[in-house]
């Protein structure tokens, strides 16, 4: 099924993109006309504006990310089922699931580095004033509060490494923050259905070949919706958006956005032309729909089929390979998460005056990797998991406030690289096994 329907005047890429300009054109202005200094309560128009995004429009954007969630867990399992059933060996499991953990490692670890770079040479840190830091504090001291209780819950690496053989697929399977668990049950049982005779294992292939297959049919449906959906997130996340906040922390938003939007422009685009033969155009080209949905649900996971079905129908990445990859990618791989966290952490060291010493980088870098692995692919997944970076770097995990105002964006922005980088990997390696792509 075509993502694009050019009988119909514009194509579906060009209808969501101009969903999701128009949303963040009204939010956008309605905050500018309306919305309160930073502190104060919303009152008259913009108790009107913020009363109409949280009760009609949001519903309405949750509505549709519900919808792409909807279609996860049995594509995840299917698709790694498949994908892992379908290569026939044990052997050649072995090594695309290693290249797929190298590529993932190495462009984690990349993308932190390049953080790393620019906190320490922009320092936008220096930039907020203690009374400033205060202000944004008091404003924004509750969520941070709940974000905070949420890293307490989660548990140290030994427990996150036990976590991931669940003890009840099932339980894994509804638990958002679960999915290594269903990753590591659909792994194993695809392992043995390579051992197992193919007339055992056939029904089963069967079943979830037409479960994939109505998967993709039902979110071409919801595909359809995004114009509306994406608009609906986009003037949710606008309409509210601490431009006050964002003033106050400017240096920092551009030093993470900027990171971002380099990491993407440049570092995927460059791993694209070299490790897959794509040209920058056509990449993008390629991509339109792919970006604008991790952009407007800043989920991974809710973008997972359409990752898949930009690789295989845009692309051509055989179906076994974008299924093992994406699946993993979309828990596992998140280069743009792994940069906001090593920008973030660093900024609120400078903020708080703490002075990081080259091996507390290093710790900053390994920890970030490790946390973005370990983040759940929704939306703000990774901040419970970046109050445990600060408390081991010694940063008070309250500081957290600070970036919190403006996370929405990033949060979007970050989303992008984590699943283009997930393209790219499953480019790579359906180029090494021969495959010839569309490029
Ligand atoms: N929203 C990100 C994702 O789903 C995770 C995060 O960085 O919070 O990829």
Redesign the pocket.
Known sequence: MELASPSKGLSLPTKILLGLVLGAVAGVTLNVLYAPPLGQPATGTYAGVVAFADGVVKPLGDLFLSLLFMVVVPVVFSSLFLGVAGLGSVGKLGSLGGRTLLWFLVTTSVAVLLGLLLVNWFEPGRAVTPEVAAQIKAQYAGDASKRIGQSQQATGWVQMLVDIVPRNVVAAAADNGKVLGLIFFALVLGAAAIRAPREKTKPLCDLCEALYDLCVRVLGWVMQLAPYGVACLIFHATAKLGLDVLKLVSLYFATAMGGLIVYQMVGITLLAKAFAGIAPGRFYRGCRTLIVTAFST????ATLPTTIRTATDEFGVPKEIAGFVMPLGATMN?NG?AL?EGVSVLFMAQVAGVDLSLGQHALVVGMAVLTAIG?A???????PLLAIVLTQVGVPPEFLALILGVDRLV?MT??VP?VTSDLVCSLWLARREGVALKA
């Open positions: 800043s989920s991974s996971n998140m998460t906001f983040a692919g929704v939306p703000g997944g990774s901040i949060d970050r989303t984590n």
